[in-house]
């Protein structure tokens, strides 16, 4: 594991007491920054004070940047009084569509993949850094239905994305694995498809499996991380030599800390068997 790579936790209330008890075991946190939208200042205060503790990240929810329609000002302008009190590290959000006119969905659901919701998309992130003063690192999200009317890839929106914004990327690998098998890709193919030289922020999480018109995989926060995704985390750390930072995501259904604490160190086995691999690769001699 590279020395720059990180592996954290998101902060959820009811694991506050034990990240602050664990915090020699997490190098970083992070605060879902929807949360705060209505604190007030002696909240968001509070909150800043973890960051004296532990590195804080924040990440985003319910812009809906991956649309044809503008992104509210008035949730852009709470989005960054947040942040601008967080002070966090990074921040980000997902390529994802979540209202139209006035109407919530009440869930991240995948846009169609076509040249509007990329020039959309764009317009909304720039909106959006415009009045925050960064960029946020961009997510890739799962879906159980394949969004019709899409001309592209989701590697290849997700890319086009990427090009026309300069953002950084949010590589979800349990979101990617589910997309994967629910539509009849490899995962490790799929995986490489995205553009990984952007990566910067690793998640992982789990899910389960659900009947719906066909069998399909959730992507859920409330089930432990499968041995797949840490595997393709450690295909990601061999291939991407950039750090990572790497935040496990859980939502409910809380097992005892010790558990999530197990599952943050497969996740630093995984980097440093990734880092480790790509070091063997590197000083292998050319055969004569």
């Known amino acids: 594991m590279s020395g720059l790579d990180r592996v954290g936790l998101g902060w959820r209330e009811p694991l506050a007491a034990s990240i602050y008890v664990h915090l020699d075991s997490i190098d970083v946190v992070e605060v879902i920054l929807d949360d705060y939208f209505n604190a007030s200042l002696r909240q968001l205060k509070a909150l800043r004070s973890l960051g004296r503790e532990v590195p804080v990240i924040g990440h985003g929810v319910t812009l809906g940047l991956a649309s044809v329609s503008p992104v509210a000002t008035s949730r852009v ?3 960054a009084k947040v942040v601008n009190a ?12 979540v209202r139209s006119g006035g ?10 993949r076509n040249s509007a919701t990329i020039e959309g998309a764009v317009a909304n992130i720039e909106r959006v850094r415009s009045v925050v003063g960064s960029l946020p690192v961009l997510e890739n ?3 159980l239905i394949d969004p019709p009317n899409s001309a592209l890839s989701e590697p290849g929106w997700v890319t086009n994305i990427m090009g026309g914004t300069g953002a950084s990327l949010l590589l979800d690998l349990h979101n990617l694995y589910a997309n994967a098998v629910n539509f009849g890709h490899d995962p490790f193919i799929y995986l490489r498809a995205f ?5 910067q922020v690793v998640h992982i999480s789990g899910g389960m499996w659900i009947e719906a018109q066909s069998r399909r995989l ?3 926060h409330v089930h432990d991380v499968p041995d797949i995704v840490f595997a393709m985390l450690a295909w990601l750390a061999e291939h ?3 750090p990572l930072t ?3 995501e859980r939502d409910g259904r809380y097992p005892q800390f010790q558990v999530l604490l197990q599952q943050l160190q497969r996740a630093r086995e995984a980097l440093a068997a990734g880092r480790a691999q790509h070091t063997r690769e590197a000083h292998e001699l050319p055969a004569i």
């Open 103 to 112: 109407y919530e969905i009440g869930h991240l659901a995948a846009p169609p």
């Open 246 to 248: 790497v935040i496990l």
């Open 218 to 220: 959730l992507d859920d």
């Open 86 to 97: 967080l002070e966090p590290q990074i921040w980000s959000e997902h390529l994802a569509f």
């Open 240 to 242: 991407c030599l950039q």
């Open 77 to 79: 302008e709470r989005l």
């Open 195 to 199: 553009p990984l030289h952007r990566v």
């Open 141 to 143: 999200i799962a879906t």
